[in-house]
Every structure is written in structure tokens, then in C-alpha cells.
């Protein structure tokens, strides 16, 4: 009966709601360590989300394929025939997944928080969820949008880059490393404009976590502008650019197939 179990959708969700719970553990977790008590800096925070996706994909990978973002579920339903049935079960266990790693690092510090920011406002907002030019930086909505396309167009190419056979993927299983090292890179190169969310479940989940826990403002800017849709609109957007991108441009002209590679899939999609 286990063995019979191993394959079933709600094997998958799990496996999807546990690796985006690791990933947001770490990701918020270490903005929360740098916001409050500053023990750390940017790199810091770069690097520890890219851990956590990494980890996120090794926990996941084996059963779910370790999507970990609605963005990447999303553009691999649409270019490479990932089942539509799972798309809406997959993000919904991303965002739970999300949802409760940021409960619980928002339970860990609240000593720290509530010292730091009594009244839990936007000076660490952004330790849950994403905000124009990072609450402080002079980016309108519409900048962040467009740097949210931009930034998760990027990942997603990439992912598809380095999961797809008849390219170049790594071997070893080291698909989930460099999907990490992609992850921080993307911290280092497009953190200013709206703080990298690229991720869909990774900013709402979160979101919601904190409103429900004081966080009053969650849902709008530091302009007073509903903006919690855009870390969900511009990322499942530019996820299908990147996804459209790597198809036309780089994978129409990869050599065909051979009978050895149609028959090995890869472990992970991410």
C-alpha cells in the first residue's frame, strides 16, 4: 500500500508544501536576522535564499520534481506538458507551505521584532513580503512590475536551461545547487527594484502570515497602493517569457533527441 502511495498527487503537494516551507524558513528567516537585530547584510540575504531553494529542491525534488513556485509550475504546464490538473494543487501547497514557514518565523523573532519595529510597520514588512525599491528606494509600481518580469523571465530560462537533456544540465545531481547559485545571483543583480520575490507563493504566502499576525499595511505599498498582486501578476508573466524565450530561441536548435535520452528524464524540474 505505501509503495502504491509514493505517486499520488497528495504525495506531490506534500512534497511541494515541504519544499517551499525550507525555502521561506531560510529566505525570511535571514532577512528577519539582518532587519532586526542586523546580523548580516545584503550578501547574506542573497546567499541564504539561494540556500533555501537549493534545499527546498533536495527535500522535494525526488517526489514532486520540486517546482517550489507557481511561476515555474505554471510555464512548465504551458512549454513542457507538465498536467494541467496539477497546476491549481500545486501552487495552492506552495503558498500553504510559504503561509506556514512564515507563521513560524514570525513566532521565532517576535522578541526581536517587536524591539525593533513595535509597531509593525513597513521597517520590517519586508522581512515577510516584497515592496517597491524595498520600502525605501524611489521604484514606482509599475517599475517593480516590470523588474519582477524581467527577474523571474531570467529564472525560468535558466531553470529550463539546466533541466533540459539535450542541452548542457549539470550531472550529479547538482541540478538543485545552480538552481541555487541562479537564485543568489538574481538576489546580487536584481534585489534594488522590489526584492527579488520571483515567486509567487514566496510573497503571498508570507503576506498573509504576517497580516493576520499585526502587520496591518501587508497588503499595501509605502505609497498607501494595494500592490500585493503584483509579486503574483509580473512573476507568472515573466516566468512564460523566459519559458518562450529559452523555446525559441535556444531549444528549436538543440539536436534531436537520441533514443538514449527520450527514455531518462531528470530527477527534478527545478
Not at 27 to 48: E, T
Not at 119 to 133: A, D, E, I, R, W
Request: net charge neutral; proline share 5%.
Amino acid at each position: 500500500m505505501a509503495k502504491g502511495l509514493r505517486n499520488t498527487l497528495l504525495g506531490e503537494m506534500a512534497a511541494e508544501f515541504a519544499g517551499t516551507f525550507i525555502l521561506i524558513m531560510f529566505g525570511c528567516g535571514v532577512v528577519a536576522q539582518v532587519q532586526a537585530p542586523n546580523l548580516g547584510d545584503h550578501d547574506s540575504i542573497a546567499w541564504a535564499w539561494g540556500f533555501g531553494v537549493m534545499l527546498g529542491v533536495y527535500v522535494a525534488a525526488r517526489v514532486s520534481g520540486a517546482h517550489i513556485n507557481p511561476a515555474v509550475t505554471l510555464a512548465l504546464a504551458v512549454f513542457r506538458g507538465f498536467s494541467w490538473r496539477k497546476v491549481g494543487p500545486y501552487a495552492l501547497a506552495q503558498t500553504l507551505g510559504a503561509f506556514c514557514a512564515a507563521l513560524l518565523v514570525r513566532w521565532n523573532y517576535t522578541e526581536i521584532l517587536a524591539k525593533f519595529d513595535p509597531g509593525h510597520t513597513f521597517k520590517t514588512q519586508t522581512v515577510f513580503s516584497t515592496l517597491p525599491g524595498n520600502g525605501v528606494l524611489p521604484v514606482s509600481e509599475w517599475g517593480a512590475f516590470r523588474d519582477q518580469v524581467i527577474g523571474t523571465a531570467l529564472l525560468v530560462l535558466v531553470i529550463f536551461a539546466i533541466t533540459d537533456l539535450l542541452n548542457t544540465p549539470p550531472g550529479a545531481n547538482l541540478g538543485a545547487l545552480i538552481t541555487g547559485l541562479l537564485v543568489v545571483a538574481l538576489g546580487m543583480a536584481w534585489g534594488a527594484d522590489a526584492g527579488y520575490a520571483i515567486n509567487p507563493a514566496r510573497d503571498f504566502g508570507p503576506r498573509l502570515a504576517s497580516f493576520i499576525t499585526g502587520y496591518d499595511t501587508a497588503w499595501r505599498d509605502q505609497y498607501g497602493n494595494f500592490y500585493w498582486w503584483i509579486p503574483i501578476v509580473a512573476p507568472l508573466i515573466g516566468g512564460l517569457i523566459g519559458a518562450a524565450f529559452y523555446k525559441f530561441v535556444i531549444s528549436t536548435f538543440l539536436p534531436v533527441a537520441t533514443k538514449q535520452e527520450q527514455g531518462r528524464a531528470p530527477i527534478s524540474d527545478v
